[in-house]
Every structure is written in C-alpha cells, then in structure tokens.
C-alpha cells in the first residue's frame, strides 16, 4: 500500500524558514515523480514543486521560486521541501504526494494526509 | 503560465440528478487534463486523467470529455457520496495549475 506521511508542519515568523519531509512506503520511491501542493485554508489547490526520481530535476511555481527547495533522499525513502523567506502568503496545508506511473510526470494520485504551515508573528 | 477557469464555482443538486462541471483552459492542452475530488478536512483523490480516463476503482457514473481547450465532468446519477469539491489540473506544462474549484452541495 502507498504510503506518505509528512512531517515539520508549524508556526513559523515570516521571513523564518522551515523544512517538510514526506516519508514514503509501499512503492519503489526513486521510480517516481514526487510533488508538493499547497492549499491554503478555505481556498483551492495550488501545485509547489515537482522532482524526478533521481533528483536532478526541479519544477517551481513562480510565487515560490528561489525560496523553496525540493529534493529527495531515495536511500531514505524520503522527500523535502526546505521553505526559505516565508511570507504569510505561503500559509498552507502543503500535501506530498505521488505521480500516477512511473513514466507519468505531472498526474498527482496518492496524496498523503497534509501537513499545515502557518506563517504569522 | 496556462490559466484553468471552472464553472460553476458552486452548484446544489439533488440526489440521482446528473451533474456536469466545466473547466477551460486559457490554452490548448490537447487531453493533458486531470480532474479531482476533495472531501472537507481530506486529500484530494484523482478520479480522471488525460481527460477521460476513469482511474481504478472511481465508479463508472463519472465521466470525462473535452480536449484543446474546453473540458467537461459529468457525474451522471448523483449519489450522496459524491458531494464535494471538484478540481480539474491541467499536466500539458509546468507550472502545473488547477482550476478553482466547483463545489457541489446538496439541496
């Protein structure tokens, strides 16, 4: 069974940073694209990042390009977002979550539970 | 960066009525058209990718259509499961953007 659990979700000061990991199980993790999306509260979805299964490739949305930074570590079986510079914009609850296929690179399917972020002083 | 307009944003229906959401993409995507469904306090779950292709285990009254442009989702017999808000994602080029959100309710 597919399995991602993220963690580091918190309250932050803005211009604090932060870092999210998403611990994944049930699937071969380096044969996939992972992504980050964020929704803030009562609002809709909003895709953060992607990476490929080796981690030489990133994929930002604009509104968080050169604060935030994804990678992974398949040894662990685990992926990051390093959130740097936060602004009260960037409050969320932020999803890791699984491409469809391993050759699918932008159909998000298994989601995990969502960790919140909240940027405030 | 490619703009996804959903309509309505919000809609009531009734029990076994058929439901149909829109999505337009401000450019064409071909089919690289994903939809979504989201319960309250719960990740979204895919039921739809390139368009219309059902994903294992979404039951077969959701179904999918549309390419270029103009998208549709229609759910043909409303079941009381099925309120909730529905996504559409378009995956032809980064950055990947969702639609608004179409929210249905019971009335």
């Known amino acids: 069974e597919v399995q991602l659990v993220e963690s580091g979700g918190a309250l932050v000061q803005p211009g604090g940073s932060l870092r999210l990991s998403c611990a994944a199980s049930?699937?071969?993790?380096?044969?996939?694209?992972m992504h980050w999306v964020r929704q803030a509260p009562g609002k809709g979805l909003v895709w953060v990042s992607r990476?490929?299964?080796?981690?030489?490739?990133?994929d930002y949305a604009d509104s968080v390009k050169g604060r935030f930074t994804m990678s992974r570590d398949n040894a662990k079986n685990t992926l990051y977002l390093q959130m740097n510079s936060l602004r009260a914009e960037d409050t969320a609850v932020y999803y890791c979550?699984?491409?469809?296929?391993?050759?699918?690179?932008?159909?998000?399917?298994?989601w995990g539970q969502g960790t919140l972020i909240t940027v405030s002083s | 960066d490619i703009q996804m307009t959903q309509s309505p944003s919000s809609l009531s229906a009734s029990v076994g009525d058929r439901v149909t959401i829109t999505c337009r993409a401000s450019?064409?995507?071909?089919?690289?058209l994903n939809w979504y469904q989201q319960k309250p306090g719960k990740a979204p779950k895919l039921l739809i990718s390139v368009a219309s292709s059902l994903r294992s285990g979404v039951p077969s009254r959701f179904s999918g259509s549309g390419s270029g442009t103009d998208f549709t989702l229609t759910i043909s017999s409303l079941q009381p499961e099925d309120f909730a808000t529905y996504y559409c994602?378009?995956?032809?080029?980064?950055?990947?953007?969702f639609g608004g959100g179409t929210k249905v309710e019971i009335k």
């Open positions: 450019q064409s995507i071909s089919t690289y």
């Open positions: 990476i490929n299964g080796d981690g030489r490739r990133t």
């Open positions: 979550a699984r491409d469809l296929t391993t050759v699918t690179t932008a159909d998000i399917n298994y």
């Open positions: 994602q378009q995956s032809y080029h980064t950055p990947l953007t």
């Open positions: 049930g699937f071969t993790f380096s044969s996939y694209w």
